[in-house]
């Protein structure tokens, strides 16, 4: 595939002719924060940023989103049936997604796109955009990626991989709809491929680790009952802010919404972390602590997607649920847990 | 690919209060689109999302049986808000069943077996299915002995009445009706249903399967009693309910460990169940 040099005195023309044929988005500055947006006409994407507060996911799986649309009115021939929201998505591009975003919306695929039923909603929007990443030269102090299935030059998901070197980007190819943006960019250049070195130096940067390899040994019932969940889940607030943040959770909730004779049915992120996502009717909640929420979560990260993809954990290591949690609950330190346990202590302490 | 968010249209064709109390409703539902019957082709123990625009979706266990056609057929009890909406809908009124959706109860590997149903209270919907489906004259040399101890409160409050008193009077299938209390007029046993499993029910073997559904009190006192009369784990066969949305896999919110009620289930055998985290 094609190696091509973008030069940075071209960069703001060149994205701006790129916009004649995607809608782009890519990270802005939003008060102190960074977040993924759409590149209006005359916005460039700002690649100070590492991690964005919130992940990229968004973009194709919004946050709120309309699936159906009914009318109520009885006058009307169609009345109470409901219809798809077609989503005509024009070709979409994001710039400066980082390699651990893009394999988390890969990871998340497994679960929108299967063998029975697929999401007509995530694929559309999946399928019409073009992934650019931006590799990171300069990781921060709680990514974690290399050892959680990704890194800083990591391809997967991907469609262009960008770095940066100095007064210029190099783009490499990584698949067909790569090439094509490549070529409507008009980016013709051809240069050596560099990306081997740097990202052995990009990865010697990284010091924060999970281990995992002891995870898929364990059994589901062992570790569900494992004695640390107290003392895990002790300072959590149930704020969801983990969930809420993170590029790989994709739990949902669908409900209705009327205004006058029309309405909709929308689909919205929802989180493990809250009472009301498992409670029943007659009031019994199977996960009604506050321990059993967060082992959840926890679990279907570590153990559960693990044991039933063999694609490794739900977790691409970006770092964001450890920085943003009010309490510090830290993933790394969860994980090493679960994957150092031995249920022979629980009975040993037990007895 | 069809999209699994999208019901089909149906129109309320019947409306039947199912209990004494009024606290269950049975309707039949037909399809406004020729050739959405045959698309929601199901088996006996699935179901079905039932839609109302709106107001929300339920899931809810198919109690019509693949061998019924030309309408579908559930039985709904009054709880919350899509429920209570459900209960004053008219005939005639229009709404959505999306579906088929989850596992049914192994048919396959039940041919050839004899097979005992123990239904309590109202989770009887996809058992009356079954046996429905069993009985049909083409599938009851496919099957052994079929014993069915079905218990509720008073007779008032049995599902299906008119269908079980036929049952009682063939000689192909063994009822074990019962009820709580003894009652005027009523000549079938009486007692809870798990000392009535005691009493009634075949010794397990390797050719018994049992199928079970009821409220978790009935479950509890009647899995000791099936042990005791020999079956063993991967022969009793149960249909578990958690809180759900999508009901085909994605919305994450049914999961006990790595299973989907909704998709990998929602018939598990007790050997299954015992090997996930009791978060039903
Ligand atoms: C596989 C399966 C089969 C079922 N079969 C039957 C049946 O044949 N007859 C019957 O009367 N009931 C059945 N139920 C239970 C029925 O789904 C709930 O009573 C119903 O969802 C309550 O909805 P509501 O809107 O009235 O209550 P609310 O409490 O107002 O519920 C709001 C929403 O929460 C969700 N929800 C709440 N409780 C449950 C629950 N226990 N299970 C699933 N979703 C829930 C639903 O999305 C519901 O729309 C079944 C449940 C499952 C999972
Ligand atoms: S962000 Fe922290 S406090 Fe909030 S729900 Fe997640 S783990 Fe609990
Ligand atoms: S669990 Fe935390 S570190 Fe892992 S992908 Fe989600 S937000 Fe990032
Ligand atoms: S109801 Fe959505 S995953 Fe089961």
Redesign the interface.
Known sequence: MKVVIIDKGQWAEDLEGLKKSYQLFGPVGEKDYTVFKTLEKGMLPDFSTLNTRLSPKSIVFPQSED??E?S?DETRED??????VKKDHPSRAVFGIRPCDAKSISLVKL??D?A?????YWLSAYEATTFVGLACDNPASTCFCTTAGCGPYHEEGLDVLLTDEGDHFVAKALTDKGETLIKTAGWATETEDTFKLKKKTAESKITSAVETGNLENLE??DL?GATFWDDISFACLNCGTCTYVCPTC???????E?HGKS?K?M?NW?S?MFPL??????G?N??GTKM?RVR?RF??KL???L??YNQGIMCVGCGRCVRQCPVNIDIRRVCNLMNSYKPEDACAAQE | ?Q?????Y?VRVDDIEVATEDKSLKTFKFVF?NDGDEKKFAYKAGQFAEL?I?????IPIGIASSPVEKGFVMFTVFR??VV?THLHNMKTG????IRGPLGNWYPWDMLEGKNILIVGGGFAFTTLRSSIVYMLDPANRSKFGNIDVVYGARTPGMLLYKDELIEWEKRDDINMHLTIDAPAEGWNYNVGFTPPITEEKAPKGDENTYAIVCGP?IMIKFTLPVLEKLGYSNDHIIMSL???M??G???????????ELVC?DGPVFTLDQVN??????
Request: proline residues 8%.
């Open positions: 699936i159906l009914f109520l009345h109470h049936i409901m219809k798809e679960n929108f299967t029975e039923y697929k999401d007509p589901i019932l569900h994709w739990c949902f909730d669908i409900q209705d009327v309405g049915r689909r929802d493990c996502f498992t409670i029943h009717t007659t019994h199977p996960r059993q959840q679990m279907h153990k559960y997607f044991d039933k | 690919m999209n699994p968010y999208l019901p249209p406004l839609s625009p709106g107001v929300g979706e709880a919350g429920t009124n229009i709404m959505g978790p309910e958690n809180r949305k999508c085909f896999g994605m919305c994450g919110r049914c999961g006990i460990g790595k998709k090997q996930t985290p009791k978060e039903y």
